[in-house]
T-cell receptor, first 113, second 110 residues
Framework: EAGVVQSPRYKIIEKKQPVAFWCNPI?????LYWYLQNLGQGPELLIR????????DSQLPKDRFSAERLKGVDSTLKIQPAELGDSAVYLC???????????FGSGTRLTVV | QKEVEQNSGPLSVPEGAIASLNCTYS??????FFWYRQYSGKSPELIMS????GDKEDGRFTAQLNKASQYVSLLIRDSQPSDSATYLC??????????FGKGTRLHILP
């Protein structure tokens, strides 16, 4: 089975510019997550989708971050405008329903300069 | 207090020895727990999950869960240099949210 696919792998942008990340989950995985991971830290949840519905976005900074999951498959995470503190690795993960662990994608390493 | 706590390490273990990684959690409503391995520059990879008190073995890995003590551990037998990585402990809390610890860096010494 193909894994979770993310793109781009790396992104360097200037502060105040917009940026978008894309994720394609494992086929049949209804639950999709976006996590942020800073160096030396564990992943921190930004948003969780069950199919098309965002069921937990309590940690998403909604003033500058937005996400969508059209048709309950692919998802896009956007930051506008980016700030220096947004430099991190953005991880997408997916899982089947029922409390199983996640499968993570390779992540997007964002550098804001 | 963070919901999932781990010693950041580094933990250095001689090759062939047993590596013991520990984790505590604060939410008594947490029901399932996971261990992820993360190599430098890579994304986390699920290696063990455990849902019931006691031990769960998979090859060289054994996960242990003690819900009364709110304690989860991972034992790696016959440690190999390829086991050198950061190990992330995670628990699914009563809000159905998986919370990760900061991870423990493990170094296997040849």
């Amino acid at each position: 089975e193909a894994g979770v696919v993310q793109s781009p792998r790396y992104k360097i942008i200037e502060k105040k510019q917009p940026v978008a990340f894309w994720c394609n989950p494992i086929s049949g995985h209804n639950t999709l997550y976006w996590y942020l991971q800073n160096l030396g830290q564990g992943p921190e949840l930004l948003i969780r989708y069950e199919n098309e519905e965002a069921v937990d976005d309590s940690q998403l900074p909604k003033d500058r971050f937005s996400a969508e999951r059209l048709k309950g498959v692919d998802s896009t995470l956007k930051i506008q405008p980016a700030e220096l503190g947004d430099s991190a690795v953005y991880l997408c993960a997916s899982s089947r329903a029922g409390g199983f662990g996640y499968t993570f994608g390779s992540g997007t390493r964002l550098t804001v300069v | 207090q963070k919901e999932v706590e781990q010693n950041s390490g580094p933990l250095s273990v001689p090759e062939g020895a047993i590596a013991s990684l520990n984790c505590t959690y604060s939410d008594r409503g947490s029901q399932s727990f996971f261990w992820y391995r993360q190599y430098s520059g890579k994304s986390p990879e699920l290696i063990m999950s455990i849902y019931s008190n006691g031990d769960k073995e998979d090859g060289r890995f054994t996960a242990q869960l003690n819900k009364a003590s709110q304690y989860v551990s991972l034992l790696i037998r016959d440690s190999q240099p390829s086991d050198s990585a950061t190990y992330l402990c995670a628990g699914r809390n009563r809000d159905d949210k998986i919370i990760f610890g900061k991870g423990t860096r493990l170094h296997i010494l040849p």
